[in-house]
C-alpha cells in the first residue's frame, strides 16, 4: 500500500484476472481457423462444425420446391463460423426476426454456376445474439468462404435440389468449409 500522492498502484495479477480471461473468451468465440477447402466442383460442404442431425426430403419453405435438407447441429463450444456451402451469386437474403419457436434465423439463397439453387438457414438459439450474415445481393461467394457467425450456435440447414445425392449420413462429425455432406447431381 501506498501512502504517498505520488505513488501509483496498477492491478497486479489477482486484480487483471477477470480482464485477461474476458479477452481469453472473446479471442476463443470470434475464432477463424484456415480449412483446406477441397476442389471439388459439384460438392456440398458442411456449413459450419459440429453433427449431422437430420438429412432427407422436404418441402423447401424457402423456394417453395421438393428438396434435399441436410441439417448440421452446432457445437456450443465449437467453431461459430458459418461458410458457404457452394461456390456461385447470392440472389436473395431473408431475416425472420422469430420463427415458430421463438429463435432468429437467416435465409441465404445461393445459385451454382451450374444453375442449381441452395438454400442456407441459420437459426440462432433463443435468447441469444441472432445470426450474423456478411454476404450481400448479388454478391459472388466462393465454396467453404466465410459468410456469417452465430455466437453460441444452434442449427444450420442446407435446403438443395430434390435430384442431389447425400453422402453424409445422421451422427457423422462434419467440418466446416471441409467434409462433404452431398452432391448436386447432373446428367
Known amino acids: 500500500m501506498c501512502w504517498r500522492a505520488s505513488c501509483t498502484t496498477s492491478p497486479g495479477p489477482p486484480g487483471g484476472a477477470p480482464l485477461w480471461a474476458g479477452a481469453a473468451l472473446l479471442l476463443y468465440a470470434f475464432r477463424d481457423p484456415q480449412r483446406a477447402v477441397p476442389a471439388l466442383p459439384l460438392a456440398v460442404l458442411s456449413p459450419a462444425d459440429g453433427?449431422?442431425?437430420?438429412a432427407g426430403r422436404v418441402a423447401d419453405p424457402y423456394l417453395d420446391r421438393d428438396a434435399v435438407r441436410i441439417v448440421v447441429g452446432m457445437n456450443r463450444l465449437g467453431v461459430y463460423s458459418i461458410r458457404s456451402p457452394v461456390e456461385g451469386k447470392v440472389v436473395q437474403r431473408w431475416y425472420s426476426a422469430r420463427t415458430a419457436q421463438g429463435r432468429p434465423?437467416?435465409?441465404v439463397h445461393v445459385r451454382t454456376d451450374e444453375g442449381d439453387d441452395v438454400v442456407l438457414a441459420m437459426t440462432g438459439p433463443a435468447r441469444r445474439p441472432r445470426p450474423r450474415c456478411y454476404v450481400q445481393h448479388g454478391e459472388r461467394v466462393g465454396h467453404g468462404q466465410r459468410c456469417g457467425h452465430m455466437l453460441f450456435g444452434a442449427s444450420v440447414e442446407v435446403y438443395l435440389p430434390a435430384n442431389s445425392r447425400v453422402d453424409a449420413k445422421v451422427g457423422d462429425t462434419v467440418t466446416a468449409g471441409v467434409a462433404v455432406l452431398?452432391?448436386?447431381?447432373?446428367?
Open 51 to 54: 453433427r449431422v442431425v437430420a
Open 105 to 107: 434465423r437467416y435465409g
Open 182 to 187: 452431398a452432391t448436386l447431381v447432373h446428367k
